[in-house]
T-cell receptor, first 115, second 114 residues
């Protein structure tokens, strides 16, 4: 079974500050890991994904995440927050080979960016 | 390339009624998944269809059902609606065999049960 834990349901940063959203996973097989972003009244949009290639993954809008197997973590970072980054962020894990369309999502982290 | 389209976007029903939601995946995507999103439970997997067959199912009662047509379009149905069924229902499609596990989401159908 797979699971995802996002540490901190709410994170608040100042504009221009570092963004760090934490995600730890549990998987019995090599995982595929994803970060999605959801803006109000919209669906989820993929930010980035890890699929067993490079451990440091770069995504859209300046976000990146590092896969650390020893720590079972896949934290999302952005060097400098922008007001437009305010949204809810979800970490997800899937076992692509057997469950392509079934991902397990974390509870989400709401990011607030203060001016 | 058109994205995932869900209809209707908003709907209001009363307890005991039934509802059908529709999802058109991205062209060429054969896998369609459905998720329920609520403030209390977060994103919960309902089911996944691939080539008109239900391949995975989450832990929801039998009142929740779905189907997929030969053109990959999918519908989900909820019968005997309960207040707790109020939620945002998200459909996602994926290109099985091409892009590992990435889901493309629609904007959702927001169901309110009164």
């Amino acid at each position: 079974a797979q699971s995802v834990t996002q540490l901190g349901s709410h994170v608040s940063v100042s504009e221009g500050a570092l963004v760090l959203l934490r995600c730890n996973y549990s998987s019995s097989v090599p995982p595929y890991l994803f970060w999605y972003v959801q803006y109000p009244n919209q669906g989820l949009q993929l930010l980035l994904k890890y699929t067993s290639a490079a451990t440091l993954v770069k995504g859209i809008n300046g976000f990146e995440a590092e896969f650390k197997k020893s720590e079972t973590s896949f934290h999302l970072t952005k060097p400098s927050a922008h007001m437009s980054d305010a949204a809810e962020y979800f970490c997800a894990v899937s076992d692509y080979n057997t469950n392509a369309g079934k991902s397990t999502f974390g509870d989400g982290t709401t990011l607030t960016v203060k001016p | 390339k058109a994205g995932v389209t869900q209809t209707p976007r908003y709907l209001i029903k009363t307890r005991g009624q039934q509802v059908t939601l529709s999802c058109s995946p991205i062209s060429g995507h054969r896998s369609v998944s459905w998720y329920q999103q609520t403030p209390g439970q977060g994103l919960q997997f309902l089911f996944e269809y691939f080539s008109e067959t239900q391949r995975n199912k989450g832990n929801f009662p039998g009142r929740f059902s779905g189907r997929q047509f030969s053109n990959s379009r999918s519908e989900m149905n909820v019968s005997t609606l309960e207040l707790g069924d109020s939620a945002l229902y998200l459909c996602a499609s994926s290109a099985v065999g091409l892009v590992a596990g990435e889901l493309f989401f629609g904007e959702g159908s927001r169901l309110t049960v009164l």
